[in-house]
Nanobody, 119 residues
């Protein structure tokens, strides 16, 4: 099982970016998919999570600005980030907890994609 995240880049304050993450491999079903981020010198923190039925949950710092969504047919999760602030600069990681086709349950992480918010 692999998670591949992409869509990061450099954006000016107030701008928008959309991150995507695709899960692939021997997957039976995916439970929660989530985005975390880690800024330099800081601990990794939850940005947003979404259940298999589409119920979202957000970190306080991104509420009202970020939107998480997923496509269960494609095993993908997305993060629409609007009104970006310099404080959003971080490496963003996707995560999924899932059952593989051998019915093993585990957590998987993507490789991270860098988001830089700067003028």
């Amino acid at each position: 099982v692999q998670l591949q995240a992409y869509g990061g880049g450099l954006v000016q304050p107030g701008g928008s970016l959309r991150l995507s993450c695709a899960a692939s491999g021997s997957i039976s079903s995916i439970n929660v998919m989530a985005w975390f981020r880690q800024a330099a010198g800081n601990a990794r923190e939850l940005v947003a999570a979404i259940t298999s039925t589409g119920s979202p949950n957000y970190g306080d710092s991104v509420k009202g600005r970020f939107t998480i969504s997923r496509d269960n047919t494609k095993n993908q999760v997305y993060l629409q980030m609007n009104n970006l602030e310099p404080e959003d600069t971080a490496v963003y990681y996707c995560q999924a907890d899932l059952w593989d086709r051998h019915m093993k349950y585990d957590f998987y992480w993507g490789q991270g994609t860098l988001v830089t918010v700067s003028s």
